[in-house]
């Protein structure tokens, strides 16, 4: 009811809608089911960052062993991805076969073959990512498992000729959380592809 003047009551005007407790009640379940989902979601994002990390890390192998090939037929000469191990990491660095024989270690010391000025650890490029694979799990063609996470022969080096082939092989990455990713190189075509291992299904599928 209004006074004189169009003036109301302070009284009239604070009963009006809803009571100032229901609407901090309502903010404050809002918020603790925000922060029940976000304490539910936060494990799958992190684990979503840790395989995707790893992923990055093999498609990353995979463009350099295709850089290899292309460089391989445009130079008209061997050019390879020279694994090396020290301190328990892994690294890698593209080579040029300069004398015609390939690419080898010992050309690589003698100055014979041309090299990138340093070889990279994939661990230093994607956080917690390495070159690795566990054991227990089989090879891509369900071959017994082996805790060598570069398989290019005894040499350790992926070849790719003027004429596309290529040295057959396959190298493991694997990230902190476990996601496990594998960057295989066929022989006679030199192709290269990106297997994820399923856990699920337990075994390795295109990435």
Known sequence: MSRAGGREPAGERAGRGLPAGVSLVEV???LALTATVAAMSAPLLAS???AGRARQAAQFLAAECRRARMEAVAR???SALV???AAGRWRVRRCVDGNG???RRADILAGRDECAAAAVDVGELFAGVALAIDPALPDPDNGAGSADAVRFGSSDIASFTPNGTATAGTVYVRSAGGAQY?????GVTGRTRVLRFDPGRHEWLEA
């Open 48 to 50: 979503s960052v840790d």
């Open 182 to 186: 594998a960057v295989r190189v066929a």
């Open 83 to 85: 694994f090396a191990q």
């Open 76 to 78: 008209s000469a061997t």
């Open 28 to 30: 404050t379940l809002a």
């Open 101 to 103: 024989n390939g690419v």
